[in-house]
């Protein structure tokens, strides 16, 4: 048929019939190419998310940043609850447990806090991060990590933070100082009382004395810790107490630990009770390996005795 022939009408719909065959042809095989592919017709939505930069739920680096929020669990303490029976039923470490709780003893009623990855932890006043990452044994860079609303140069007494992959439990170590007593100051350690306070006749010069503190006999290189929370005021050698520690705790109270192998703390830190702060040694005007341990209020020197627990 000439081209003159050809109905007029039908020359005018046949370049679109040939576009909608065209795109139809089109669409028909980019569906079996995806089918072909194993995909669905829409491809992989999460893949296609990774492949912009944006997080998936199965993202690992999603999952990290979600781990950044404790979990923490909530348990009533009921009659015959110890911390160690609470620590077995819950399967988590007795030490984590006394660490992020206020309380030594167990009152049925109350309320313990658990966490699985770490403590929670009770800002101090004048309490810096870098004590907090010493305290505990974390870098700073990882408590910043886990507490995005804290500011590293501002902060605030009574606020609580997140200490994550805790390593030392200083209130777990000064529960068993204070033989699970409640008590404001516990014992530096424990070993035989070989002199007590008050008069006597000094060990080496044979002299009239009054002993301010007490000597505590253990091996040299014994674990010494904080018989409370405070700030350093003294890390050094101190004439005949040898190599010494003193903490001011507030309040007029200070305590001293004398004759030091070694110190694990240096002045201006603010340290936790139950706190390594030194090993113990035989320095300064001393007959044999002990601890000299004193507490005093306004510079007055009391019977630890009396205080301690």
Same mark, same amino acid.
């Given at each position: 048929m000439s081209r003159g022939a050809f109905p007029r009408r039908l020359r005018r719909r046949w370049p679109l019939r040939l576009v909608f065959a065209v795109g139809f042809l089109i669409v028909v095989g980019m569906a079996s190419w995806v089918y072909f592919q194993g995909e669905s017709l829409f491809g992989d939505v999460a893949a296609k998310l990774r492949g912009q930069g944006g997080p998936t739920l199965d993202d690992p680096a999603r999952s990290a940043s979600l781990d950044h929020t404790p979990q923490i669990v909530s348990y009533e303490i009921q009659p015959g609850d110890t911390f160690a029976s609470v620590a077995k039923q819950l399967r988590v470490p007795s030490e984590a447990i006394l660490s992020s709780n206020e309380f030594s003893e167990l009152v049925p009623g109350k309320t313990l806090r658990i966490l699985r990855e770490g403590v929670l932890h009770k800002i101090k006043s004048r309490q810096t991060l870098t004590d907090i990452a010493r305290t505990y044994g974390v870098s700073i860079e990882e408590i910043v990590q886990f507490n995005s609303q804290i500011e590293p140069d501002r902060l605030f007494a009574g606020h609580e933070i997140f200490v994550p992959h805790a390593k030392n439990f200083p209130k777990a170590k000064a529960y068993e100082l204070a033989k699970g007593k409640t008590s404001g100051f516990v014992w530096p350690l424990f070993g035989e009382l070989s002199s007590f306070f008050g008069p006597r006749i000094h060990p080496v010069t044979g002299k009239n004395d009054f002993h301010e503190g007490l000597d505590i006999e253990v091996p040299e290189g014994t674990s010494v810790y904080a018989s409370q929370a405070g700030r350093v005021v003294w890390a050094g050698k101190n004439g005949g107490y040898g190599f010494e520690v003193i903490?001011? *705790? &507030?309040? &007029? %109270?200070?305590? &001293? %630990? &004398? *004759?030091?192998?070694e110190l694990k703390v240096y002045r201006g830190q603010f340290v936790e009770g139950g706190q390594l702060i030194a090993l113990s040694g035989n320095t300064g005007l001393s007959t044999g390996p002990h601890l000299h341990f004193e507490i005093r209020q306004y510079g007055r020197a009391l019977n630890p005795l009396a205080i301690l627990p």
């Open positions: 903490i001011d *705790h &507030g309040n &007029g %109270y200070r305590t &001293g %630990y &004398g *004759h030091l192998s």
